[in-house]
């Protein structure tokens, strides 16, 4: 029986913590970066802001990924 990625990571954001923190990070994330690309223009200092928020959104959904192709071939 599979599971697919959305009920997989439901089931994730419920019974693994460390999941559940990853996942809430990337949302802080993007809802900065949302913030941030509202604005009609960024300073120097939120141009460099945006770009290590880039990074580390992805490097946390690369985690979450890796999370997830654990747990479907377990």
Known sequence: MSV???ELRELLLQSDQEF???ALKHHE???RLHELSARPFLSES???EEIQLKKKKLHLKDQMEDRLR???SA
Do not use: A, N, V
Request: proline fraction near 0%.
């Open 4 to 6: 697919d990625t959305h």
């Open 20 to 22: 559940r923190e990853i």
């Open 29 to 31: 994330l993007d809802d």
């Open 46 to 48: 939120e141009q460099l």
């Open 70 to 72: 654990r747990r479907r």
